[in-house]
């Protein structure tokens, strides 16, 4: 029998993944709870074999990170990365903290009982890549990476100034990349971009 | 082979003139060798050059004079009379050749050489105005754009460079031109002499006035942007809710249809016991979805009492937690990450959180009833954390280690909300 974390902040996600975890026999609900940096302190006071963690959870904590903090303390822990949002950075972010396995909420072809499964089996399960989304004219696999970490430092809010000091590149090259996003996407100010890709959840501020 | 001697006096006195003003050259030209401190070999040469040119026609006119009076000729008079005219014409035409590559080094030195003229000359052309002075304040050089500024600065010549020195370092001139003045003191040895250099900024100002309009006008953009994008967050939680009310309402839709089967087939095709349950989860959902509100900041305190109390190690605030957010998600977590190295390394049972504040500051003191004393704590991902944050946001971090371990953060008020 696995003993299971669960770390959502949504009562009714919660309660679905909680229905799911007790249809499956192995699985023994311990905790859950909605704040993930507090995973860790229940972590320490009882056996858990499963984590299951949302992203962006209470208080605006980020599980990914409580996720790291849990496995340098306890790497025994599984854990898996429960999500409704396909922000691009999330499934590499989940992967560098080391994360077990990774799960979209509404656009996995595997079932949670199956992620689970094969996780507690030793597999890691990660989705190929994230879900394709429309921005304006274009594909959200259309960026590059440079154009994403250019488009996470507009939807923060930095300057332009901000944004070339922290990627290393002079303001006319950035300004370049985001002609080519404006391009791409048919958008006529990068106001209008921001505000669709954080609409889209392709990029959260603050995650 | 004919010698000076018997050509007509007409060609003798020629030859007399032509090496007479080829005298007067090389003088001249000796003369602007020194003047200008030219190499000794130059000098040399030019001056060699003088006494074969003095010595040459005082010979030739004495040999001259010596046989008109027919006397004999003897020593270098002879020699030189009886040398032949193609030797003076080659020697003439060396000579040209030497003062024409004389004339051109002249020529080409004056168009590289620095002077007084050459200066004035450059600096005159400079937009910007330069001015050299005495400590007195006394002129010794300044350029046509100095005068220009001086002018419109004060409405006199310029005489005296203190005025410039006590003018400022921007100046708005009456037609709307701003200027920027520098001074600076140059030491040659015991003299010091001011150097001032005033440049014309007007371009810079009117633009640096519309970078700030700009900035400003980017500045609230972000600031529209933020809230923006704080609104979409709300919106697309709301979003997700909706989404899990959708889900519900699935399958409640699925338990009617499953209960019609169930009734249809009188207990065949689906049991009672899936209907049951069908019905439970489905409360369930339904009651986990009346929950699913906004928290306040305070249920972030409440939270993580409740997981300490599960922890085994009872948190006690002495104080009120800040209600502006940042402060509060700071003070939360410092007493979070001390409360799990407490109980973690010194199996502590209680935390003691002290929270005061200043006009400036609010503080914050932690420390616990753990067993093992520590000497030395080495900040691993939680401190260290904790302590970027702080700093982050001007703040101060210590960790101390005589009698137990308590930690102190001392953290900015911005505005004196907390």
Same mark, same amino acid.
């Given at each position: 029998m696995y003993n299971v974390l669960i770390v959502d902040d949504q009562r009714t996600a919660r309660t679905m993944i909680e229905n799911i975890v007790e249809g499956e026999r192995d699985y023994n609900i311990v905790y859950s709870i909605e704040n993930a940096a507090l995973a860790e302190m229940y972590c320490m006071k009882e056996k858990i074999d499963l984590v299951l963690m #949302?992203?962006? +959870? $209470?208080? %605006? =904590?980020?599980g990914i990170d409580a996720a790291a903090q849990i496995k340098r303390k306890h790497p025994h822990i599984k854990i898996i990365i429960v999500t409704s949002m396909p922000e691009h950075s999330f499934i590499v972010k989940s992967k560098e903290a080391g994360c077990d396995s990774f799960w979209y @909420? #509404?656009? %996995? #072809? =595997?079932s949670l009982s199956d992620v689970m499964r094969k996780t507690m089996s030793g597999q890691s399960v990660y989705p190929i890549c994230t879900p394709i989304i429309d921005i304006g004219m274009a594909n959200s696999d259309e960026f590059t990476s440079r154009e994403m970490d250019v488009l996470r430092g507009l939807v923060a809010g930095y300057s332009y100034r901000e944004i070339s000091e922290e990627l290393g590149i002079s303001e006319n090259t950035l300004k370049s990349h985001i002609k080519n996003l404006l391009s791409k996407t048919g958008y006529k100010s990068t106001m209008q971009l921001a505000v669709d890709v954080v609409n889209k959840k392709l990029i959260l501020p603050g995650f | 082979m004919k010698v000076y001697l018997s050509y007509s006096e007409g060609v003798r006195a020629l030859v007399i003139s032509l090496i007479l003003l080829f005298l007067v050259l090389s003088i001249v030209i000796l003369i602007m060798d020194i003047i200008k401190r030219r190499k000794f070999s130059i000098i040399a040469a030019d001056f060699i050059l003088i006494v074969i040119m003095f010595i040459l026609p005082f010979e030739l006119e004495l040999s001259d004079r010596l046989v008109r009076a027919g006397k004999n000729l003897k020593g270098f008079s002879l020699f030189v009379s009886e040398l032949p005219l193609w030797v003076y014409v080659v020697a003439f035409c060396i000579t040209v050749v030497y003062f024409a590559i004389r004339l051109s080094a002249l020529r080409r030195a004056k168009r590289v050489q620095i002077t007084y003229d050459s200066v004035r000359e450059a600096t005159d052309n400079l937009p910007a105005g330069i001015c050299y002075a005495h400590? +007195?304040?006394?002129?010794m050089f300044a350029n046509r754009a100095m005068y220009k500024f001086y002018d419109s600065l004060c409405g006199e010549f310029l005489n005296d460079a203190k005025p410039l020195w006590d003018c400022g370092e921007n100046i708005m001139l009456d037609n709307g031109d701003v200027w920027t003045v520098k001074s600076e003191v140059i030491s040659f040895g015991d003299l010091n002499i001011i150097e001032t250099i005033a440049f014309d900024t007007t371009k810079l100002y009117n633009m640096r006035d519309e970078l700030y309009e700009r900035n400003r006008a980017l500045k609230l953009q972000q600031e529209r942007l933020s809230k923006l994008l704080t609104n979409i967050g709300i919106i697309q939680r709301e979003e997700e809710v909706l989404l899990s009310k959708v889900r519900i309402h699935d399958h409640f839709g699925r338990c009617v249809i499953a209960t019609r089967r169930f009734l249809v087939s009188d207990g065949n095709d689906i049991s009672q016991e899936e209907i049951i349950e069908m019905w439970d989860t489905a409360v369930k959902l339904l009651e986990a979805s009346m929950y699913d509100k906004e928290i306040s900041d305070n249920d972030a305190v409440s939270d993580l009492l409740e997981a300490a109390d599960v922890l085994g190690c009872k948190i006690i605030i002495d104080g009120d937690v800040p209600e502006k957010q940042e402060l509060s998600y700071l003070i939360v977590s410092l007493i979070r990450v001390a409360v799990t190295n407490a109980y973690e390394y $010194? @199996? $502590?049972t209680e935390l003691y959180a002290n929270i005061s504040r200043d006009d400036r500051y609010v503080i914050c003191e932690i420390s616990d009833n753990g067993q093992i004393k520590a000497d030395f704590i080495r900040e691993g991902g939680g401190l260290l954390g904790i302590r970027k944050s702080i700093e982050r946001c001007g703040g101060e971090f210590v960790v101390k280690c005589d009698d137990g371990v308590k930690l102190m953060a001392k953290i900015p008020v911005e505005d004196g909300v907390i």
């Amino acid at each position: 029998m696995y003993n299971v974390l669960i770390v959502d902040d949504q009562r009714t996600a919660r309660t679905m993944i909680e229905n799911i975890v007790e249809g499956e026999r192995d699985y023994n609900i311990v905790y859950s709870i909605e704040n993930a940096a507090l995973a860790e302190m229940y972590c320490m006071k009882e056996k858990i074999d499963l984590v299951l963690m #949302d992203v962006c +959870t $209470a208080h %605006g =904590e980020n599980g990914i990170d409580a996720a790291a903090q849990i496995k340098r303390k306890h790497p025994h822990i599984k854990i898996i990365i429960v999500t409704s949002m396909p922000e691009h950075s999330f499934i590499v972010k989940s992967k560098e903290a080391g994360c077990d396995s990774f799960w979209y @909420k #509404d656009f %996995g #072809d =595997e079932s949670l009982s199956d992620v689970m499964r094969k996780t507690m089996s030793g597999q890691s399960v990660y989705p190929i890549c994230t879900p394709i989304i429309d921005i304006g004219m274009a594909n959200s696999d259309e960026f590059t990476s440079r154009e994403m970490d250019v488009l996470r430092g507009l939807v923060a809010g930095y300057s332009y100034r901000e944004i070339s000091e922290e990627l290393g590149i002079s303001e006319n090259t950035l300004k370049s990349h985001i002609k080519n996003l404006l391009s791409k996407t048919g958008y006529k100010s990068t106001m209008q971009l921001a505000v669709d890709v954080v609409n889209k959840k392709l990029i959260l501020p603050g995650f | 082979m004919k010698v000076y001697l018997s050509y007509s006096e007409g060609v003798r006195a020629l030859v007399i003139s032509l090496i007479l003003l080829f005298l007067v050259l090389s003088i001249v030209i000796l003369i602007m060798d020194i003047i200008k401190r030219r190499k000794f070999s130059i000098i040399a040469a030019d001056f060699i050059l003088i006494v074969i040119m003095f010595i040459l026609p005082f010979e030739l006119e004495l040999s001259d004079r010596l046989v008109r009076a027919g006397k004999n000729l003897k020593g270098f008079s002879l020699f030189v009379s009886e040398l032949p005219l193609w030797v003076y014409v080659v020697a003439f035409c060396i000579t040209v050749v030497y003062f024409a590559i004389r004339l051109s080094a002249l020529r080409r030195a004056k168009r590289v050489q620095i002077t007084y003229d050459s200066v004035r000359e450059a600096t005159d052309n400079l937009p910007a105005g330069i001015c050299y002075a005495h400590s +007195t304040g006394r002129l010794m050089f300044a350029n046509r754009a100095m005068y220009k500024f001086y002018d419109s600065l004060c409405g006199e010549f310029l005489n005296d460079a203190k005025p410039l020195w006590d003018c400022g370092e921007n100046i708005m001139l009456d037609n709307g031109d701003v200027w920027t003045v520098k001074s600076e003191v140059i030491s040659f040895g015991d003299l010091n002499i001011i150097e001032t250099i005033a440049f014309d900024t007007t371009k810079l100002y009117n633009m640096r006035d519309e970078l700030y309009e700009r900035n400003r006008a980017l500045k609230l953009q972000q600031e529209r942007l933020s809230k923006l994008l704080t609104n979409i967050g709300i919106i697309q939680r709301e979003e997700e809710v909706l989404l899990s009310k959708v889900r519900i309402h699935d399958h409640f839709g699925r338990c009617v249809i499953a209960t019609r089967r169930f009734l249809v087939s009188d207990g065949n095709d689906i049991s009672q016991e899936e209907i049951i349950e069908m019905w439970d989860t489905a409360v369930k959902l339904l009651e986990a979805s009346m929950y699913d509100k906004e928290i306040s900041d305070n249920d972030a305190v409440s939270d993580l009492l409740e997981a300490a109390d599960v922890l085994g190690c009872k948190i006690i605030i002495d104080g009120d937690v800040p209600e502006k957010q940042e402060l509060s998600y700071l003070i939360v977590s410092l007493i979070r990450v001390a409360v799990t190295n407490a109980y973690e390394y $010194a @199996k $502590a049972t209680e935390l003691y959180a002290n929270i005061s504040r200043d006009d400036r500051y609010v503080i914050c003191e932690i420390s616990d009833n753990g067993q093992i004393k520590a000497d030395f704590i080495r900040e691993g991902g939680g401190l260290l954390g904790i302590r970027k944050s702080i700093e982050r946001c001007g703040g101060e971090f210590v960790v101390k280690c005589d009698d137990g371990v308590k930690l102190m953060a001392k953290i900015p008020v911005e505005d004196g909300v907390i």
